[in-house]
T-cell receptor, first 116, second 116 residues
Framework: AQKVTQAQTEISVVEKEDVTLDCVYETRDTTYYLFWYKQPPSGELVFLIRRNSFDEQNEISGRYSWNFQKSTSSFNFTITASQVVDSAVYFCALSARNTNAGKSTFGDGTTLTVKP | DAGVTQSPTHLIKTRGQHVTLRCSPISGHKSVSWYQQVLGQGPQFIFQYYEKEERGRGNFPDRFSARQFPNYSSELNVNALLLGDSALYLC???????????????FGNGTRLTVT
């Protein structure tokens, strides 16, 4: 069985602060993908970043960066210099080889509020 | 290009009634997945369809059914509605089934179903 845990239910920061969203996952598969999605108040989930289980190299994309550590089954997501428009619910998701992305398992989300 | 479109956007039904939700995937996408998102939780996988065939089913009762049409659009049907079926129903499309499992999902804005 697959499981994704986002222990932080709500986070509030002031604009321009950096914020890290935590994600811990469980899977028996050795081949899997991890995703972060953003859900603004409009409801549509928007794909942000993706990482496969064979690539632990951490990357930066604009204001987004992520830290993938297989040893601790964690896939944390950081927003640098947060902006008010970053306010949304953020979901971590897992897709394993024996399934596919259409059957992703999602965490319960972290609500991020960025105050001006 | 149009994204994933869902209709209707909002729906109010009474317990025991039946509901049909509709989804049109992104042009060229052949896989459609349905998710149920209860308030305060992450999306839960219901169905995946590819080339008009069911390719996966989540842990939902038989009251839930779906189908995919030759143009790859899809319908989700729920019979004998219960209060607990009140949720945001999200449709997501992806290019194919057998492609890289890391293909991100492209979500619609969802249908907000309220059962009274």
């Amino acid at each position: 069985a697959q499981k994704v845990t986002q222990a932080q239910t709500e986070i509030s920061v002031v604009e321009k602060e950096d914020v890290t969203l935590d994600c811990v996952y469980e899977t028996r598969d050795t081949t899997y993908y991890l995703f972060w999605y953003k859900q603004p108040p409009s409801g549509e989930l928007v794909f942000l970043i993706r990482r496969n289980s064979f690539d632990e190299q951490n990357e930066i994309s604009g204001r987004y960066s992520w830290n993938f550590q297989k040893s601790t089954s964690s896939f944390n997501f950081t927003i640098t210099a947060s902006q008010v428009v970053d306010s949304a619910v953020y979901f971590c998701a897992l897709s394993a080889r024996n399934t596919n992305a259409g059957k992703s398992t999602f965490g319960d989300g972290t609500t991020l509020t960025v105050k001006p | 290009d149009a994204g994933v479109t869902q209709s209707p956007t909002h729906l109010i039904k009474t317990r025991g009634q039946h509901v049909t939700l509709r989804c049109s995937p992104i042009s060229g996408h052949k896989s459609v997945s349905w998710y149920q998102q209860v308030l305060g939780q992450g999306p839960q996988f219901i169905f995946q369809y590819y080339e008009k065939e069911e390719r996966g089913r989540g842990n939902f009762p038989d009251r839930f059914s779906a189908r995919q049409f030759p143009n790859y659009s899809s319908e989700l049907n729920v019979n004998a509605l219960l209060l607990g079926d009140s949720a945001l129903y999200l449709c997501a499309s992806s290019p194919d089934l057998t492609g890289p499992i890391g293909s991100p999902l492209h979500f619609g804005n969802g249908t907000r179903l309220t059962v009274t």
